[in-house]
């Protein structure tokens, strides 16, 4: 993605600015917990300073909303519950990396109890309104986080999400929902909610913003058995043309009209782009999506804070009481053939999503009013939820992007990938948002350089796209190579070092590690891999050809690349 740029030089400036945007908005219900305005401030100063002195700190001058179920040094943390209410020496292994990449937290904010619901009615106090919508719902349960970037409060927000809520408040709210790979970021100094499944999020205004706060909060953790690293065979592409799934009309029915043609909008939007579009059969997904609160699999929220509800009944949120506690109650028998279910819905769903690199869904069906969740406040925020609480369960990676408006306000899609494929949904979401992206999440691969039949539109481009590289534009070596055209089928360029060379242009990829592995494979003599020198001084991998092979090739140094050598044959008609 473009490299966003918070300013740190600004932040000392925007502080006063922000805390006077707080007051003026009247929103008390976003915030559990406010920081003190010269407590942020100075910390704001001190980042700025670190930055001025050479600091390489990604997220300086950003300002940080941290959802009330991960912990922050120094603050209460309740989950929605002040009787929950415990006060952490150490912050969130998350919290901790944004803070040392140059966020600055403002607060903790407003949150379904024990993260318990896709609506945001669920809290210590008053619901949380939707930013544009104040008779809406902000959605849940990280309402206060989606809606303190919404508002300008904050620049990005820490959420969780475990059926949706880092990607429902988003739709709900017109902006960016980040849900990584499930493990990649670390729960440690998270209250659980149902761990097998929890994840936290990231909410901002854009998808770069939002991608610098993923890529600081990435990375495994010893102190969380769940946490995760990336695979040496991670795709950091899906090419030109990605293949993408979408619902059937059937699927889409819980939309209003006006949804069903922004929907269609969108995925019109795409085609447009070179995205290859063909539809899939959610209802496995749904299944799967459903167990997490109709099935057994719920039984995980009991193990999480059922014993604390049984002491404090009276202290709790009823709806949130009366779910976790009859999870209690379902048997062992049952958890086991939920779970059964499952592992059988993630076969069929793979076999679903095998042709595809990702699938299109929209965020929410629907957004409903604060009355019409609290006249039902189990079945709306399921009904809801249903396109988002099957990403978890089946280990999905997932992005929500605005996607223009429907029945009078923000309409909101989801991108999801099979997991560690986080980049090609970040990539998918960006043709929506207009932005472009420039390095890959993850940042870890591999560099090299191709020259020939490897390139874009070039006949052996397939490989490079199948392994997942990706391109990142085009490159010139230093004034040292030459280039020669093999007799080959089809023709292929070698270079090699020379005393009296050229600067050549070629194409620069970055690859996995297990890829490049895959890649160099297939190899076949002369050629062969080495160090490439580029002309700005950095040194990457690259295609090398023998001399041997070289001394009985033509010399086409001279055209300073094989592109400009195929338009000089095209031109002339050579056969050279």
């Not at 519950?81 to 600055?104: F, N, Q």
């Not at 085609?271 to 063909?278: E, M, S, T």
């Not at 033509?554 to 000089?568: C, Q, V």
Request: charged content about 20%; overall charge negative; aromatic content about 6%.
């Amino acid at each position: 993605m473009d490299t966003a740029r918070f300013a740190p030089d600004e932040l000392p400036r925007r502080v006063p600015a922000v805390y006077r945007r707080i007051a003026e908005a009247d929103r008390p219900e976003v915030w559990n917990f406010l920081r003190p305005q010269e407590e942020v401030l100075a910390e704001a100063e001190g980042v700025a300073a670190r930055a001025r002195a050479g600091e390489r700190l990604p997220l300086a001058g950003a300002l940080l909303a941290v959802k009330d179920n991960v912990d922050v040094a120094g603050m209460v943390t309740t989950a929605g519950c002040p009787a929950y209410g415990y006060l952490p020496e150490t912050s969130a292994t998350a919290v901790r990396r944004l803070v040392a990449a140059g966020a600055v937290v403002l607060g903790k904010t407003a949150m379904d109890q024990f993260a318990t619901g896709l609506a945001g009615t669920r809290t210590a106090g008053a619901p949380v309104r939707a930013a544009g919508r104040p008779d809406r719902v902000a959605g849940g349960s990280s309402a206060g986080s989606a809606v303190a970037v919404a508002l300008g409060f904050a620049d990005l927000a820490v959420g969780t999400d475990t059926a949706g809520s880092g990607r429902v408040p988003a739709a709900f709210n017109g902006i960016v929902g980040l849900k990584p790979t499930l493990g990649l970021m670390p729960k440690t100094g998270v209250v659980p909610a149902s761990p097998s499944y929890d994840c936290l999020s990231v909410f901002a205004r854009t998808l770069a913003e939002g991608q610098l706060a993923l890529e600081a909060m990435t990375g495994q953790d010893s102190a969380d058995p769940r946490s995760r690293s990336w695979p040496e065979a991670v795709r950091l592409s899906a090419g030109e043309r990605p293949r993408l799934a979408v619902p059937d009309d059937a699927a889409l029915a819980p939309l209003s009209a006006d949804a069903r043609r922004r929907f269609q909008s969108t995925v019109d939007t795409l085609r447009a782009a070179g995205v290859v579009v063909a539809t899939v059969d959610l209802r496995p997904f749904l299944a799967a999506g459903a167990l997490l609160y109709d099935g057994a699999l719920v039984a995980e929220r009991y193990a999480a804070v059922g014993e604390f509800i049984e002491r404090h009944r009276d202290q709790v949120d009823p709806v949130v009481a009366g779910i976790i506690l009859a999870a209690g109650e379902l048997p062992a028998h049952r958890l086991s053939a939920d779970q059964a279910r499952l592992d059988e819905l993630r076969a069929e769903t793979a076999a679903a999503l095998a042709p595809f690199d990702a699938l299109l869904v929209p965020t929410a069906a629907g957004h409903p009013s604060i009355a019409e969740v609290e006249a039902d406040p189990v079945g709306v925020p399921k009904r809801t939820g249903g396109y988002a609480s099957f990403a978890n369960p089946l280990d999905l990676a997932a992005v929500a992007v605005p996607a223009g408006t429907a029945d009078g306000g923000p309409f909101g899609v989801t991108v999801l990938t099979r997991a560690f494929d986080d980049q090609i949904a970040i990539d998918v979401a960006a043709l929506l948002t207009g932005e472009q992206a420039a390095h890959p999440y993850p940042a870890p691969g591999i560099d090299l350089i191709v020259f020939g039949a490897r390139l874009r539109g070039q006949p052996l481009n397939g490989q490079l796209v199948e392994l997942g590289a990706r391109f990142l534009g085009e490159a010139r070596t230093a004034e040292q190579y030459r280039m020669v055209a093999l007799p080959s089928a089809p023709p292929v360029p070698g270079v090699l070092r020379a005393a009296d060379g050229s600067s050549l242009v070629g194409e620069r990829w970055r690859i996995a590690p297990a890829g490049l592995g895959r890649f160099l494979a297939r190899l076949r003599a002369p050629m062969s891999m080495g160090a490439i020198e580029l002309a700005d001084g950095d040194t990457v991998i690259g295609f090398q050809c023998d001399s041997v092979a070289a001394a009985a090739a033509m010399d086409i140094t001279g055209h300073g690349g094989w592109r400009a050598y195929l338009g000089y044959l095209s031109a002339t008609g050579s056969t050279e």
